[in-house]
């Protein structure tokens, strides 16, 4: 959502932010609603201006005796009382129309990101470790998985259809060992309050972090209007929403281990077989909270906080920066930290960590006071994978894997694994 009142005051720079991402103008849409909203609110106060007056003058001219001068009053007033509904009535109309209008626009990017339509455009920010070469052909995570017996997709497939799976044993045990080991660090060494958010939510929440209106079809809903949420994003960012923080309150971090749900719309033969693109899946999220002062610090902090993981599990991977034609809705600026899979032979994304500014704050009407101050700023949101869980799976999997089909576990990992130190048919 927008400041109305930036785009009166730049309605080209506004125009020009959209056309970084592709969107047509609208400014001068937005504006024309705007201009017609704010002279219909003038005349709605002068109508009920008007019409308290002519009530109190009623009762004065019955008492001088001047029935017909009263009675012209009663009659302005109806008049005036009708005219006052159809105003509120247009309104209301102009309000829902222009906050829809507004509802539908991606948030503007940064000046730094990179301009481009789509992820080719994307830029390489760093790279951290060096992919492991292999005396034999790497193969792919689902067939180690499958090859082990711990990775059960055809069962998974008889119990809810495709894009599930059902994992045993120790690489069950692994999904619980990394989420534990990725909360620790997060919440040890970063400073994020571990929460456990609801995962079943209502409409506004899912408003407020920009899912709806435009991208209910991602998601699942209930047949009583709840949704399952796509990410922890969505509750941990709303914990702020109708409130009005101290500046020393913030930065506000929040970080959950949730299950997370997604439809998979559009993504039709994309990934069909593995971990890597399923309807339901485990994440590690990090949200933060902050001033506007502070929150392009705090996607920095973010970002190493996420890439710690990685660096602990000795995992090679890369960070880039997304263009503007590839960041989510609701992004400013968008970091994707790709791990390098051997089995694919390419990199692949297990991390996103985006700044929104004030976009998804306005929505939730989520302000701070800054100190001294009486006026109150909109907070700014950030979010993060840290990490996806499935995805990392799959990277230990790939990069662990033994000639003997057997999968060796990252020794960081091994406190939490009650002993196992590889993962082989027989464990």
């Known amino acids: 959502m927008f400041d109305i009142k930036a785009i009166r005051d730049d309605p080209e720079l506004f125009d020009s932010g959209l056309a970084k991402r592709g969107v047509e103008p609208c400014a001068k849409q937005i504006l024309a609603l705007d201009e017609e909203r ?21 009762g004065s001219a019955k008492a001088s005796g001047d029935n017909a001068g009263a009675q012209r009053l009663i009659d302005e007033v109806a008049t005036l009382k009708d005219e006052l509904q159809k105003g509120e009535d247009r309104e209301r109309a102009l309000d829902e129309e222009l906050r829809d209008l507004l509802a539908g626009i991606p948030n503007i990017p940064l000046a730094d ?41 055809e069962t998974a497939a008889k119990l809810s259809g495709s894009r599930f799976v059902a994992l045993k044993g120790p690489l069950a045990r692994m999904e619980r060992a990394l989420a534990s080991f990725m909360l620790d660090i997060h919440t040890g060494e970063f400073g994020y309050e571990e929460t456990v958010p609801p995962y079943l939510v209502r409409d506004h929440v899912m408003y407020g972090t920009a899912q709806l209106p435009k991208f209910g079809e991602d998601s699942f809903r209930t047949e009583n209007g709840f949704w399952l949420i796509p990410t922890a994003e969505v509750p941990l960012t709303n914990l702020v929403r109708e409130s009005i923080l101290s500046e020393e309150e913030l930065p506000k971090r929040f970080t959950a281990y949730s299950p997370c749900f997604r439809s998979e719309a559009g993504s039709a033969g994309k990934d069909t077989r593995g971990m890597i693109r399923q309807h339901q899946f485990s994440k590690v999220e990090l949200v933060s909270v902050t001033t506007r002062e502070a929150s392009k610090d705090e996607l920095e902090r973010m970002l190493s906080a996420a890439e710690e993981v990685l660096k602990r599990l000795e995992l090679p991977y890369r960070v880039m920066t997304l263009s503007t034609g590839d960041m989510g809705f609701a992004a400013q600026k968008t970091y994707d930290i790709e791990v390098w899979l051997p089995g694919q032979d390419t990199y692949r994304e297990i991390s996103s960590c985006s700044l929104c500014g004030d976009f998804q704050a306005r929505r939730m009407n989520a302000r701070y006071r800054p100190e001294g101050e009486k006026k109150t700023h909109f907070v700014h949101t950030l979010n993060g994978s840290g990490l996806a869980i499935g995805r990392t799976i799959v990277a230990i999997l790939e990069n662990y894997q033994q000639a003997d089909g057997s999968v060796a576990v990252p020794n960081a990992l091994q406190p939490y694994m009650g002993g196992h130190k590889t993962l082989s048919k027989e464990s």
């Open 113 to 153: 990101v990179p301009l481009g339509e789509d992820e080719t455009a994307n830029e390489l920010h760093h790279t951290h470790g060096e992919p492991r070469k292999f005396n034999f052909a790497p193969k792919e995570h689902f067939d180690i998985g499958e090859d082990l017996g711990l990775m059960d997709f």
């Open 38 to 58: 704010r002279a219909l609110i003038g005349r709605v106060q002068e109508i009920q201006t008007r019409r308290n007056d002519a009530s109190k003058q009623i």
